[in-house]
Structures are given as structure tokens and as C-alpha cells.
């Protein structure tokens, strides 16, 4: 159970450089490609599919959706990062594995999960260049995951 809830706390906490990557990266996107990046992109949808599902629903304006998407975003990559943490342990925990699991994580989201659910394009439907921007920010949000998760703080106390 430790090893989940380390996982999360560093799954959280990956997911700020994850999005610093990921907006960075968008800024250089020519300029035809500066829709919102994805996690803003499946909240509108959530939203949306919600409302028009049900009937009723108040629009959430700009801001309320923002906070959302980050909290959204957040939630995500503890969720996700609890997964890593209970399947590796802490001794086994590097910078290559939580890459690895990045974008394991992105292919999984990206190539099925999210399509699935109507909430956003597959990978191989999307612009080679907001693919690339996404595999980067996975790879950043991995790279720290493996990281955080090998220290004592966030692993197993029992590591290293």
C-alpha cells in the first residue's frame, strides 16, 4: 500500500513538469496547431458529452474549466503514478523505467483509451507535431516518476 500512495505523491507531483513540458513544446507548435493541449481538450468534451447525455448541466465558464483541467490532470497522473508505484518496486525504480511507463501510459491513453470514449482523437489521427509534443511531456512526467519514486520520500522504506 505504501508503495501505491509513494507512487501517487510522485505521479502528482510529476504531472508540473509533465504540463511545463507540454505547454512550452505547444508554444512552438506552429500556429495552426495551438488548440488547447489535451487535458483541456477531454474536460470541454467531458463536459459537453455530460450535458448533452443528460439534458441539463450548467456551462462552466473559462476559468471553472481551467481549474478543473488541472485538478483533472493531476488526479490523472497520481492515479497513474499509484499504478507504477504498486507494480514497481522502489529498488527497481529508475529514470528508464518510469520512462518506459510514460509512454506506456501515453500509448494507452492516447492510442485507446481516450478514442474509445469519444474524448480525444487517437494518436494516429492527431498531427505528427502534438504527437511528438505529448511522447515528450510523458517521457518528462516518467523520467521524474522513476525518479521520485526511488527516494525514500516517495518509495518503499525499505529502498536503497
Known amino acids: 500500500m505504501h508503495n501505491a500512495l509513494g507512487g501517487a505523491a510522485a ?3 510529476a ?11 505547444r508554444a512552438a507548435l506552429p500556429a495552426e496547431q495551438h488548440r488547447r493541449m489535451p487535458p483541456r481538450e477531454i474536460v470541454d468534451r467531458t463536459i459537453d458529452k455530460a450535458i448533452e447525455n443528460t439534458g441539463e448541466g450548467a456551462e462552466l465558464d473559462r476559468k471553472d474549466r481551467a481549474a478543473l483541467t488541472t485538478l483533472a490532470h493531476l488526479a490523472f497522473g497520481a492515479a497513474a503514478g499509484a499504478v507504477y508505484g504498486a507494480t514497481v518496486n522502489s529498488r527497481r525504480s529508475s529514470v528508464l523505467t518510469g520512462v518506459m511507463y510514460g509512454l ?5 491513453a492516447y492510442g485507446v483509451g481516450l478514442p474509445s470514449l469519444g474524448l480525444h482523437p487517437a494518436a494516429a489521427h492527431d ?8 511522447v515528450a ?10 525518479k521520485l519514486t526511488q527516494s525514500k520520500f516517495f ?3 525499505v529502498s536503497k
Do not use: I, Q, Y
Open 11 to 13: 505521479g502528482f507531483v
Open 15 to 25: 504531472t508540473v513538469p509533465m504540463t511545463v513540458v507540454m505547454e512550452a513544446l
Open 104 to 108: 506506456g501510459v501515453w500509448a494507452v
Open 127 to 134: 498531427t505528427r507535431d502534438r504527437n511528438e509534443v505529448l
Open 137 to 146: 511531456s510523458h517521457v518528462m512526467w516518467g523520467a521524474v516518476l522513476g
Open 155 to 157: 518509495g518503499s522504506p
